[in-house]
Each structure stands twice: as structure tokens, then as C-alpha cells.
């Protein structure tokens, strides 16, 4: 199953390093850091947590419990008030504004309503990120043709969102998220606002998409997705870290007990198999915000 890890027998840039070898590389370092929104609503306090390449996160808590928040810094949508946030070897506290879309080709973000661009198609959804990222047009029909068929979106590839049911709208949000090879996919509530028999479809596409390489965080209140999947659970409440287990469970007591360890393997790490070697290390053109 495991792989020997990458050696480099010469120098590479910096960059590279973060997907060479496998577990032990910190993919997202936060350290005591809090964030205050203007006045004074303190959204996250002192927190610290670490990622490694490969890990799979489940971040739970209530509503306002902060984890938008901590999504929210870590592709520089907004700045931490105090603390360190490194990811993918990017120090987002030093990082200058013009730097911050590099950083975001790295991560893909899924949001709970998806948005999705309401008039252009399926395929020229996922191929959007490739696009204004100025990919050729034999490549960007190459990979959304790999998303499609991986998404399982081929015979809807020229509909509209408004004509896509919620859980073809979710996959084709992740295509968007994926198709451009990050390193890190962040999903805040992919499954908010689908029906239960829906969001359990995403299970296996989260775990297909952890295989290949890319690190998940996944912010959701869904307790059948964390109890299926059992991968590492952070529990957040009032901004604090509360519960970190290596293969946790969902609680719904107000006071979450602690769970046993259930065969506590963190997902088998690798990279990314669908991009280039550039891409992975960041250096390739992948999706922007928009
Ligand atoms: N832009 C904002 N301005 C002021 N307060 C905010 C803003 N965004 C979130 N908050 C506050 O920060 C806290 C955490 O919110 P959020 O990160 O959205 O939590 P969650 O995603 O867990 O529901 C809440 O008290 C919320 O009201
Ligand atoms: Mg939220």
C-alpha cells in the first residue's frame, strides 16, 4: 500500500519540498492564532492546529462556532489579528496582497452554496479555474473531460446549475475545486444544504480525493459523513479548539465525550496523481477565487 518516499538527489526550489515524501510534512500550521472582527467580535482565540500532507479533517461545531472563520484565513480570504498561519510552506501573516491568488491556486474551496455561475454550463464551470489561469484549450478540455467523468457529470456537462440537482451542483462545485490540482481542498458545509440521502454520496468522492493526495478539510455538521468516514475530528466551540481525535465521531451531546481511537490510520498520503509535477509543487497555473 505505502509508497517509499521521494528522494531528491538535487537542489529544488523551496516550494517543492512541500510534496515530496509522504506524512510528517505540515501542510497547514495554524499557532495560537485569534481573530477579532471589527470591534471586537472574536471569532477564533489562540488557536493552534496542524495538517499533514495526506491528512483528512473534519471540523465541527456549532453554528458560529468559528470554523467559516478559520477557513476563511486559511486561503487568505481574511488576515488573522494575532499568530502564525503557515500553509503549504506560504507564511500568510508576511504574504503580500499580490502573492495571495498564487496561494490560492493551491487550495480548492467548495462553500456551502456552491456558487456555481448561474450562466455558464457544467463544463464551463469546472474549466473556469484552467481558463482565467490561461491554460491552453487542449489542455483544459483535457482535464475537464478527466473531472466529468470522474464526477460521474459526463451526460450533464452542458447543463446549467439551475438544471442540475443539488447533488450534481455539489459535484460539479468540487470538479471546480479540484480540477486544478491543489494541494489542499477546504469544503465549508458541502453538504448544508442537501437532503440527507444526497450528502452521503460525497463519502466516497471525498475519500477518492484523499487518495489521490490532496488534503481535506471538510467543515460540516453532518454527523453520518464523519461517523462513515471516521477520519480526524476537530471540534470547535465559542473560537476555541475544544476535541482533536485522530478518528473520531460525531457527538450530538452538548458535551462531547471522548470517542476510542478506532483503528486510528490517518488517509495513505501521496500527490495529487491527475497534474504535473509543477502543479503539485504550486508552481503550475490552477484555480483562482472568483
Ligand atoms: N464578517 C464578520 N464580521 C463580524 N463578525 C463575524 C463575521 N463573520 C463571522 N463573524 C462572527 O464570528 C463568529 C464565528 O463565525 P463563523 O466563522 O461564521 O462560524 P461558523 O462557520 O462556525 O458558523 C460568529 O460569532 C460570527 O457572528
Ligand atoms: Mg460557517
Redesign the pocket.
Known sequence: MSKAPVRCRFWLPPGVFSWVGKGNIPIVSLSGVTKV?PPA?V?LSDVSLELERGDFLFLI?A???????LIRLLYREEKATSGRIVVNGHDLVRMRAREVPFLRRQIGVVFQDFKLLPRKTVAQNIAFPLVVSEHSPREVRRRVALMLEMFGLRDRAGALPAELSGGEQQRTAIARAVVGNPVLLICDEPTGNLDPGTAAGISQLLEEINRRGTTLIV?THSEQLVNTLRRRVVVIAG?RVVRDEVSGAYHTAAEPEPVAAVAGVIAPTGVPVWGTRAERAGTGAGRRKH
Do not use: L, M, V
Open positions: 472582527y467580535s471569532a461545531g453554528s458560529g462556532a468559528g470554523k467559516s472563520t467543515a473560537g
